[in-house]
């Protein structure tokens, strides 16, 4: 049986219209079967949030967070640019306050990302708003595919 709306008819569902071709080499399957590596750029954005005029911890022994995640955003560019590009639109707008993260190497302390804090909420006046914390990283990332 057929889904509903379904029509015979080569167009939308073809391989064609879907942008493979057949009986030739199909060109971008070659260029991403390729064995050379490919740079690219990872923005990886761990959102966080709380109720407003919650502590940030609940008490100073075990630093017990009150921020619970509740989303992971991953997006890829091709060059670095277009990363901080699109890192300084998104909170541009919002106004949020940055701090500079840090991870723990052998060395030393390292810079990891930047966290970004706002004010957040909807517009509906049910809602209570809330502060976000989103960690922000940039990775850059060299693939190659292995056979």
């Known amino acids: 049986m057929k889904p509903k709306g379904w029509k015979n008819e080569p167009g939308r569902h073809s391989l064609a219209a879907k942008g493979i071709k057949t009986g030739k080499k199909n060109v971008n399957a070659i260029k991403y079967h390729s064995s050379k590596p490919t740079k690219f750029y990872e923005v990886v954005i761990h959102e966080t949030g709380k109720p407003v005029g919650k502590p940030d911890f609940d008490d100073d022994e075990n630093m017990t967070s009150n921020f619970t995640?509740?989303?992971?955003?991953?997006?890829?560019?091709?060059?670095?640019?277009?990363?901080?590009?699109?890192?300084?639109?998104?909170y541009e707008r919002v106004k949020a306050k940055r701090k500079k993260l840090f991870r723990d190497t052998k060395e030393g302390p390292e810079q990891s990302g930047t966290l970004y804090r706002y004010r957040n909420g909807t517009s509906d006046p049910r809602d209570e708003p809330w502060i976000q914390e989103d960690w922000v990283e940039i990775k850059e990332i060299q693939q190659r595919i292995v056979r």
């Open 69 to 90: 995640t509740f989303n992971l955003e991953k997006q890829q560019f091709g060059s670095l640019q277009e990363a901080k590009d699109f890192i300084k639109e998104r």
